[in-house]
């Protein structure tokens, strides 16, 4: 008899697993380029901003601030995707970004992994500014000396893909412990960057409930002969 662990564990991660091992067995390393490039291009910066000649040059290609006008920040923001966080350990960004980034592409494709990317770190962007607008006596408001402090670099992207891809896969457990965990970071530690990639997340619930809407009722399954609604198919 299968024990309800692994009966909760064929459940949540099977279909998952399917699709990586599938991916992985036809095409292997070649499944995964935007994710090696993801990891080698925040590795290159992450030694660079350390070097005394390159720290101004990852600023003002990559860092994104509030405070930044919002044409230069929209700019910056598509780098900001890999310039990792200099106060954090490099090797814990990299691993995030190497499994995060790389579950998603073998699972939905390369295009919709940048593009579900961008749009999680976008939304981390933007709200830094609403918040700061709001002030720090609401909910979501920020203080403004948070206006000077870099976005979150690549954790709110792989952030918002984690939640994303559990959706896809049917994960909702997986998916829910991601959102709980983000919410108890903010409770503990109630900083830009927890508060960024709330944000994330919301952007990414806000996309699954369109796609969601939109494929409602597409996917009804054919009838099938000797039920009532079955009709031959007619013949040229």
Not at 211 to 229: A, F, H, K, M
């Amino acid at each position: 008899m299968t024990s309800p662990v692994r009966r909760f564990a064929r459940r949540e991660w099977g279909p998952l697993s399917a699709t990586l091992r599938r991916e992985l067995t036809a095409r292997r390393l070649r499944a995964v380029p935007l994710t090696l490039t993801a990891v080698c291009l925040t590795a290159a910066f992450q030694f660079v901003q350390n070097q005394d000649w390159g720290y101004g040059p990852v600023q003002a290609i990559g860092a994104v601030r509030a405070e930044d006008p919002l044409w230069l920040a929209l700019l910056r923001t598509p780098l900001s995707l890999f310039v990792p966080a200099l106060d954090l350990p490099v090797w814990g960004a990299l691993a995030q970004v190497l499994l995060v980034f790389g579950i998603a592409e073998l699972c939905l494709g390369r295009w919709p992994t940048l593009g579900i990317a961008y749009l999680a770190t976008l939304c981390g962007t933007l709200y830094a500014r609403v918040g700061i607008a709001l002030g720090p006596g609401t909910p979501f408001g920020l203080l403004a000396s948070d206006a000077q402090v870099v976005d979150t670099g690549p954790s709110a992207a792989v952030v918002g893909l984690a939640v994303y891809v559990c959706w896809r896969q049917r994960a909702y457990g997986t998916g829910a412990a991601v959102v709980v965990a983000m919410v108890i970071e903010v409770v503990v530690k109630p900083n830009l960057a927890g508060k960024e990639h709330l944000a994330a997340i919301a952007g990414v619930l806000a996309l699954i409930a369109v796609r969601s809407w939109r494929g409602r009722g597409q996917d009804v399954p054919e009838p099938r002969p000797g039920t009532r609604s079955w009709k031959p198919p007619i013949r040229s």
